[in-house]
């Protein structure tokens, strides 16, 4: 598993000033669409190690974090980089979408 727990005292090192792409999968464990999203985002972790960096939030564990982001439904994929916020996706969407959200 190539995924990153994110939370607001990692954040900045993780994601603000990081150099490059982030792929941030916001989620909670009660979420049923974001079980079936995980396994999808961890693949690409996996696949794309060394290229993107894959980020998990858990909304319950870092309101502060879903509130910056003003997350109202999950799971919420945002694509961040060098820190500037670039896409945002929310339900369940396919690898290829992820993929092509990336580029």
């Known amino acids: ?3 990153v727990t994110i939370t607001k ?9 990081y150099k490059g792409t ?12 974001c079980t079936m999203l995980s396994p999808v985002v961890s693949e690409i972790a996996d696949e ?8 998990k939030v858990n ?7 879903s509130m910056a982001f ?3 439904n999950i799971p919420l994929l945002v694509v ?3 820190g ?14 992820i993929l092509e959200m990336l580029k």
Not at 9 to 17: A, P
Not at 84 to 97: D, H, T
């Open 48 to 55: 794309l190690k060394g290229k993107v960096k894959v980020g």
């Open 22 to 33: 982030v792929l941030l999968d916001f989620w909670a464990d009660w979420c049923g669409p």
């Open 59 to 65: 909304v319950n564990e870092q309101m502060e974090l």
């Open 9 to 17: 005292e990692n954040f900045d090192d993780e994601v603000r000033n």
């Open 80 to 82: 961040v980089k060098d």
């Open 84 to 97: 500037v916020i670039q896409r945002q996706s929310v339900g369940v969407v396919s690898k290829n979408s």
């Open 70 to 72: 003003r997350v109202e």
């Open 1 to 3: 598993m190539h995924e």
